[in-house]
């Protein structure tokens, strides 16, 4: 069953998507050379504090952190170690959430610590920002969450990867409904599968993590012996984007993003939903 929100409850899923934003806008300054990755979950439980709101990372599912930290071949659900220090051009995805009032808000980034990174790289990790976003292009009235895979994986598939071959779109992880739970109906792939048909017709008060997840080789992931992190197989590295959004009567509000996807969505041609906090 997908959760429908009424307008007052995605003001609320707002809330919790800001603070979400905070917690990105203060780990990205943080993930600097010689920092632990248990520095930047320390960050983030402060950001949580300041704004009186709860992980939804921290015990899910055992989960004993407030954020994901993925460096380099990690792809999903590093945990964060003092023992983890970031390295001049390391890649780092941080994948974090918050909880106010009982709604949830989740997001992730891919962020670049220091300098000297490859063009491989760099363009690896717009490649997946931008197939996020052209997945929130897609989450309109009328369409189906089968258009919103469509859309993420034809941008991929579009883009000259550097060096030639093909990127790996993750097959093992999606995104996924968000609302009173952090996943919720429906789960969201990031390509179409023939086999899962088109999916629930996308209407107001909807409400998805879209979260691409891309290697520079494989699609195919391992999980380690801790039972949460996720590594490609062939060891090559990896981007992760996402966004919590809302389809509303007006449009796409994104959640997560400090402007609500205004100024991204413009020049996709896109006018995001009015912000129910402005």
Not at 54 to 79: D, M, Q, R, W
Not at 178 to 199: A, C, Q, S, W
């Amino acid at each position: 069953m997908v959760q429908i929100k009424s307008p007052e409850q995605i003001a609320k899923m707002r809330e919790a998507g800001l603070v979400v934003a905070a917690i990105h806008a203060a780990t990205r300054e943080a993930a600097v050379p010689g920092a632990s990755t248990k520095d930047l979950d320390q960050v983030a439980r402060k950001v949580l504090a300041e704004h009186n709101a709860k992980p939804n990372f921290l015990g899910y599912g055992g989960f004993p952190a407030t954020i994901c930290t993925s460096v380099n071949e990690v792809v999903v659900h590093g945990i964060p170690s003092d023992d983890v220090i970031l390295k001049d051009g390391d890649i780092i995805s941080i994948d974090c959430g918050a909880i106010v009032d009982g709604w949830h808000g989740d997001a992730a980034y891919t962020a670049f610590v220091g300098s000297g990174h490859s063009p491989e790289l760099v363009e690896l990790s717009r490649v997946t920002e931008e197939s996020m976003w052209a997945g929130i292009a897609a989450m309109k009235q009328g369409n189906r969450l089968v258009d919103i895979s469509r859309a993420i994986e034809t941008y991929i598939r579009r883009q000259p990867k550097p060096g030639g071959g093909k990127y790996g779109i993750i097959e093992d992880y999606g995104g996924h409904g968000i609302g009173t739970e952090m996943h919720m109906d429906p789960h969201l792939l990031n390509y179409v599968d023939r086999k899962r048909g088109k999916g629930p017709k996308l209407v107001p008060g909807f409400c998805l993590a879209i979260e691409p997840m891309v290697s520079l080789g494989t699609p195919r992931t391992e999980v380690l012996s801790d039972d949460w992190t996720v590594i490609t197989t062939d060891g090559t590295w990896s981007s992760h984007w996402e966004h919590s959004v809302a389809l509303t009567e007006q449009g796409p509000l994104v959640l997560t993003a400090p402007d609500g996807g205004k100024a991204k969505l413009a020049e996709m041609g896109i006018t995001a939903a009015p912000d129910p906090l402005a």
